[in-house]
């Protein structure tokens, strides 16, 4: 494989890029699921490919094919090289890329199980006896499971001298049962909505994650549902777990970080953000327990976004965040870190796929856990008056990160320090800095997980990426609540 | 580009090279290329050829697919056996049909492959930015978006004797013009590159970005809206998945004990036809069956759904038999095997009695909110079809007839089932296209009491 990357890499040079880099990727994903008691699908699927970026006449190319032929990987590198010559019709300012020692490295996801040697036999027999036990709970009408594999092998050089062999893994699991009566639909999911959860693991984790223990449970809670009374509407003390705080921190930290978003580059697509750039190091995002670092390294545990380098070639790294309630950091690339006063890219840039062009996209942004001792139970016990709401059900959030709006799948009162009534179709919302300005309790390392969120969307074409998202179960103070219901 | 002949070929040979059993493969993929643009310059620009082979092997009751798109004969061997060994493994399922021999009543769709649209190169993209970065330095404002061009294909083969082959072009070119607290938007698309026109789209989203500056805080309420169609489309496509038969079937639907019913206003027409002239993609499935024109809501009624051959088959046997319309397989299906069924992707609002300009809804409001587009939404309800989701790029107060000033932007949470009934006017239908829902051919609406419950920023 570096052959032929190292082939576009001359191509590029002969035909003047002043930088270039080539990445071949192969991908391979597994995909099973069942319904109902049923086989749903059953799918492999394998890819391959280069992507060449090529910096020429100090604009941006990239050419992408499925072909690794030297024919056709010299033909994909005069077409990057000649999108580049267009994309130089429309510049202003001289590109400048920070320096970055040119890594000759090996990197592989740490995993105890390959995924692709476990059974499809092992796998299917585990979905379809979760499936069972859903089923097992009178009042449910729909139950689905799903179980996931990736793959992803990658060889990268740059004409800087990088030559970087990479390979990811990835494991995921979930399932869901829903509970349809009368006028409404009710849906409890586990360990998490949206596919479930997400690592940068081998098959250990499906091992981990209690699947079958937690599927009668997860049931009767849908069917439950049905019956809860609703949300109330009002301002309260609010306890989300450790699920939900993880995508509050995707949507209302994660993305509003992204430099290439406060730069504008993202503004007829993913929008841009309220952090601009003199916000750095003087706004209080948070209040002085919120502390968020954004960390691709290893020892940060098996996220979705732990990787050994990005596609750019620079090694993971961890940046501060939000340090006792301010903003600290942004993520950045070796484009963008001048325009924050940074000598080094900060690692974020990754692609979906060979045919993508890399982007900055986030990589663990994650809430450090309190330093005392707080399990979620004591917590709620600490808390006289609130809500306490469980696993996302939607999401939403303005162009600039500022006004959001979550639902989960189920709320529960809390009173006198005590889980009281269930309650059903619960949400809040708020405005990102005063929410969490208002956090007053977080959870101890115990109660900490580093949960995957695998369906980013961002970019043009849009490219899906997995994020990874540490949190623990946390306090906010006079939230409001259920204003999606307002006035329906 | 890989050609329907050479498509042939592999699925011969595959067919040949394969076990005893059914097989299907499919073919997809073609060039695209996309130019992006932000803060007056070019700042990403690729190209990119690929092709996906994809093969799916049913035999004895179990069916599984598997994908590659390296196309040497040991890769496209591989992705055979994958298949076969992730068929194998399963417990049969006697509700699975053999394959089809033929897609169905035949149907023609006008041609969505245009030559110009197919050969327009990384300097033709580049030329129009430079119009749209032209416009948006005469208006003092920087501009973001996309100019981009694609040659596509999809086919299908099986060994009940069943093929089919389809190309076609798209090009689209997406603006947003923003001028320090404003901002402004607007997106087209069409096979035909030569009905793009990037002037035009940057003077209306320009004006749009110089009209909406120093925004009003107003209070969030129950207030008229005026929905251009980009903003109709991107929220109504969220009810859409409820029309496949397989979703109530698994009562997953908001139509469980609805389909017969009145859900809309009088005003409500709704097809699904992908031949519709001003309609894009492509006229089978995923099995390869023909897609079939399907008049979902009729005067407000929900009058029937679409199927793929196999839903239509178990809810002919089910307890939904007699409470769904008519059922039969409409073309509708996705690539099998699937957990989703189908889904209408072809929308087509019928033209209103009395279409209305949205200059003249404008006229007609004595106070409302004029809405350019929809963002980030969601749903928050299923069986009402609650959705919330936030304005976006040039948002209005409109009084005594006329715009009067941009306003900031509001989060909404409001039922399509309240919205759909108090449509008190509609436009001409138009092709449009969002980033939230795909393309249709929608109006715009004039609707009452569109429910606003919080304000943002900016």
């Not at chain 2, 496209?76 to 509700?95: G, I, M, W, Y």
């Not at chain 2, 139509?255 to 019913?261: A, E, F, M, Y």
């Amino acid at each position: 494989m570096n052959e032929i990357a190292n082939w576009a890499l001359n191509i590029a040079s002969l035909r003047g890029a002043s930088y270039a880099d080539a990445r071949i990727v192969s991908h391979r994903n597994r995909a099973l699921s069942t319904k109902n008691g049923k086989v749903g699908s059953a799918q492999d699927a394998e890819s391959l490919g280069m992507g060449i970026r090529v910096i020429a006449n100090n604009a941006w190319g990239f050419a992408a094919t499925d072909n690794l032929t030297r024919a056709s990987v010299e033909a994909a590198t005069v077409l990057a090289i000649e999108v580049a010559h267009a994309s130089a019709r429309v510049q202003q300012e001289p590109l400048q890329l920070t320096d970055e020692k040119p890594a000759v490295a090996e990197w592989t996801t740490p995993h105890k199980i390959d995924p692709f040697t476990t059974s499809i036999e092992q796998n299917l027999d585990l979905l379809l006896k979760i499936d069972a036990e859903m089923r097992t709970v009178s009042g449910v009408t729909l139950t689905e499971t799903g179980m996931s594999f990736d793959r992803e092998e990658t060889w990268f050089v740059s004409s800087e001298g990088a030559n970087i062999h990479q390979t990811k893994f990835s494991t995921g699991a979930g399932y869901a049962a829903y509970a349809f009566a009368g006028n409404e639909i009710q849906k409890r999911s586990y360990p998490n909505s949206f596919g479930g959860q997400y690592q940068s693991k081998g098959y250990e984790l499906i091992e981990e994650l209690k699947l079958l223990e937690n599927a009668r449970r997860v049931a009767e809670e849908a069917v439950a549902l049905l019956k809860a009374d609703q949300c109330p509407e009002g301002t309260f003390n609010l306890i989300l777990d450790g699920s939900q705080l993880g995508l509050q921190i995707h949507e209302s930290v994660g993305h509003p970080i992204e430099l290439d978003r406060v730069l504008g580059m993202e503004a007829n697509f993913a929008g841009t953000s309220f952090l601009t750039l003199e916000k750095l190091r003087k706004l209080r995002y948070g209040s002085d327990i919120v502390n968020v670092v954004a960390d691709g390294r290893q020892e940060h545990g098996p996220g979705l976004g732990t990787f050994g380098f990005d596609d750019e070639g620079v090694p993971a790294q961890c940046t501060p965040i939000i340090t006792n309630g301010l903003f600290t950091g942004y993520l950045s690339s070796r484009e963008t870190a001048h325009t924050i006063g940074e000598t080094r890219s900060g690692a974020t840039m990754r692609s979906e796929a060979w045919n993508r062009i890399p982007m900055i996209r986030m990589t663990n942004i994650s809430i450090v856990p309190g330093d005392k001792p707080l399990t979620k139970e004591q917590l709620i016990s600490s808390t006289d008056s609130g809500l306490y709401m469980e696993t996302n059900h939607s999401w939403s959030i303005d162009d600039k990160r500022y006004n959001f709006q979550f639902s989960c799948e189920v709320g529960w009162e809390i009173k006198g320090g005590k889980r009281a009534r269930m309650l059903k179709n619960p949400s809040y919302s708020g405005i990102t800095t005063e929410f969490w300005n208002s956090m007053d309790a977080i959870c101890s390392r115990d109660e900490w997980t580093l949960w995957g969120t695998p369906n980013c969307g961002k970019g043009q074409p849009q490219q899906t990426m997995g994020t990874g998202h540490g949190a623990a179960p946390a306090r906010f103070k006079n939230i409001r609540v259920g204003s999606a219901f307002q006035g329906s | 580009m890989l050609t329907q002949s050479q498509a042939a070929d592999i699925f011969n040979k595959l067919r040949k090279s394969s076990s005893s059993g059914e097989l299907e493969v499919t073919f997809s993929g073609g060039r695209s290329s996309l130019t992006r643009f932000a803060n007056n310059v070019i700042h990403q620009n690729m190209t990119e050829e690929n092709t996906s082979v994809s093969v799916r092997i049913l035999k004895d009751g179990r069916t599984a697919r598997a994908t590659t798109n390296v196309l040497d004969d040991e890769s496209l061997q591989r992705a055979v056996t994958s298949a076969e060994n992730l068929a194998k493994v399963q417990e049969a399922d006697p509700d699975l049909l053999p394959m089809p021999s033929n897609g169905g009543p035949s149907t023609t769709i006008p041609s969505r492959h245009f030559a110009n649209t197919a050969n327009l190169t990384p300097q033709d993209r580049a030329s129009g930015v430079e119009k749209i970065v032209g416009t948006a330095k005469k208006h003092n404002l920087t501009t973001a978006g996309i100019f981009a061009s694609a040659e596509s294909y999809e086919g299908i083969f099986n060994s009940a004797g069943l093929h089919d082959w389809h190309m076609q072009t798209l090009a689209e070119i997406s603006i947003t013009m923003i001028g320090g607290d404003a901002s402004g938007w607007q997106k087209f698309n069409s096979p035909d590159a030569l009905h793009l026109d990037p002037l035009a789209l940057a003077e209306t989203a320009a004006r749009k970005a110089v009209d909406s500056a120093n925004p009003l805080d107003l209070a969030p309420g129950k207030y008229t809206v005026i929905l251009e169609p980009a903003a109709v489309l991107d929220i109504v496509g969220f009810m859409f998945w409820d029309f496949g038969g397989l979703s109530v079937l698994d009562q997953r639907s908001f139509l469980n004990d609805r389909v017969g019913k009145k859900l809309f206003g009088d005003n409500i027409n709704i097809w699904d036809d992908a031949s519709h002239p001003l309609q894009t993609g492509i006229p089978f499935d995923g099995e390869g069956m023909r897609r079939q024109p399907v008049q979902l809501v009729e005067n407000g009624v929900v009058r029937q759904l679409v199927h793929a051959r196999s839903t239509a088959e178990k809810l002919r046997k089910s307890e939904f038999a007699d409470k769904v319309g008519p059922v039969h397989a409409s073309g509708h299906g996705f690539q099998l095997p699937n957990e989703m069924g189908e889904m209408p992707i072809n929308i087509v609002f019928a033209a209103p009695a009395n279409p209305q300009t949205v200059d003249q809804m404008i006229a007609s409001t004595e106070r409302g909110v004029l809405v350019t587009r929809l963002w980030y939404i969601r749903e928050v309800e299923p069986y009402d079809k609650m959705m919330t989701g936030m304005t976006r790029d040039g948002t209005f107060l409109v009084e005594n007839g006329k715009i009067q000033r941009g306003i900031r932007n509001f989060r909404f949470n409001e039922s399509l089932l309240h919205m759909l009934s108090n449509v008190e006017a509609m436009s001409t239908p138009v092709r449009s296209t969002g980033e939230e829902s795909f393309d249709m051919v929608v109006p715009a609406m004039k609707v009452r009491d569109f429910n606003f419950t919080e304000t943002t920023k900016f």
